[in-house]
Structures are given as C-alpha cells and as structure tokens.
C-alpha cells in the first residue's frame, strides 16, 4: 500500500523559514513533488524532483527560495523553505509519479498524494 506522510507545517513569521518532509513508501516513484492549495484557489505546483539522477524544477514564484531535495535511503521528499511571505500560506501536499514522461508541474503526472500539511506565513 502506498502511503506518502508530510510533516513540517506550522506557523512562522514573514522571512522565516520551515522544512516540509514527505517520507513514501509502498513502492518506488519516478518522480516527486510538492503542491499548495490556498483558500479559494486552484492546487498549483511549487517544486517536483525526479528520483533518478536528481534533477529538480521550482516554479518561478519560488525559484531562489524554495529548495526541494530527496534522501534515497530514507525514501523521503523535503521541501526548504526560506523568506517565505504571507502568499506562500497553503496546505501543502506531497504528490508521486510514475510516468517518465509526465510535465512534473502538472497535477495529471502524479498518481499518489499526502494528506497536506498547513503552512501559514503571518505577516
């Protein structure tokens, strides 16, 4: 059975910083990504990873500040979040693929997610 488990969330202040971790198990990815959701907007993509090799993507709204990086042996995602701001306040969802050809910013590659974990960024 699949299972992907966020934590990490929390609140902080404007600038702060927090680190999302998304441990998987169940079976082997191509591919894993972060999302958000904030409140009365569509689920967008924030950073994805591919699991072989190690090439990653940000989306341009957090390029510089947002880091996401994978730990092999512990089969875990993390998402570092520096100078966050009040608009990165989202649940954030952890998400896996398994389609080598899949555009990792769009929700459609992703065949698995976590339950989401707030982040509220006060200013």
């Known amino acids: 059975q699949v299972q992907l488990v966020e934590s990490g969330g929390g609140l902080v202040q404007a600038g702060g910083s927090l680190r999302l971790s998304c441990a998987a198990s169940g079976r082997t990815f191509i591919t894993m990504g972060w999302f958000r959701q904030a409140p009365g907007k569509e689920r967008e993509f924030v950073a994805a990873i591919r699991w072989s090799g190690g090439r990653t993507y940000h989306a341009d709204s957090v390029k510089g500040r947002f880091t996401i990086s994978r730990d092999n042996a512990k089969n875990t995602v993390y998402l570092e979040m520096n100078s966050l701001k009040p608009e990165d306040t989202a649940v954030y969802y952890c998400?896996?693929?398994?389609?080598?050809?899949?555009?990792?910013?769009?929700?459609?590659?992703?065949?698995?997610w976590g339950q989401g974990t707030q982040v509220t960024v006060s200013s």
């Open positions: 998400a896996a693929g398994q389609n080598y050809f899949g555009n990792d910013a769009q929700r459609s590659s992703y065949d698995y």
